[in-house]
């Protein structure tokens, strides 16, 4: 069984910094592309930014060049690193990585972590 666990969330005010880490446990041949999403009340899921297995990385405008993902194979991990936060980045944050298991490949999703921007 494959399982995705986040940490990271919390309150900060704006202008601050958090980062989000979530690692995958369980039987794992393969890890493909990974992400970060995320869910603000009354608004639909958006994607954050995604990293695939060689490196390469998109954002969402409304975070470049204030949110960095990267990853950790090893570790079986991605990391969001949030800087220069904003109220409006409040939300529900959501971390998906593509893995081939056992089972085949398929995605899998972590039970998000709360992050509130607000003084």
């Known amino acids: 069984q494959v399982q995705l666990v986040e940490s990271g969330g919390g309150l900060v005010q704006p202008g601050g910094s958090l980062r989000l880490s979530c690692a995958a446990s369980g039987i794992i041949f393969s890890i493909n592309g990974m992400g970060w999403y995320r869910q603000a009340p009354g608004k639909q899921r958006e994607l954050v930014a995604t990293?695939?297995?060689?490196?390469?990385?998109r954002y969402a405008d409304s975070v470049k060049g204030r949110f960095t993902i990267s990853r950790d194979n090893a570790k079986k991990t991605v990391y969001l690193q949030m800087n220069s936060l904003k109220p409006e980045d409040t939300a529900v944050y959501y971390c998906?990585?593509?893995?081939?298991?056992?089972?085949?490949?398929?995605?899998?999703w972590g039970q998000g972590t709360q992050v509130t921007v607000s003084s």
């Open positions: 990293i695939t297995s060689g490196g390469s990385t």
């Open positions: 998906n990585q593509d893995i081939g298991g056992i089972g085949g490949r398929r995605d899998y």
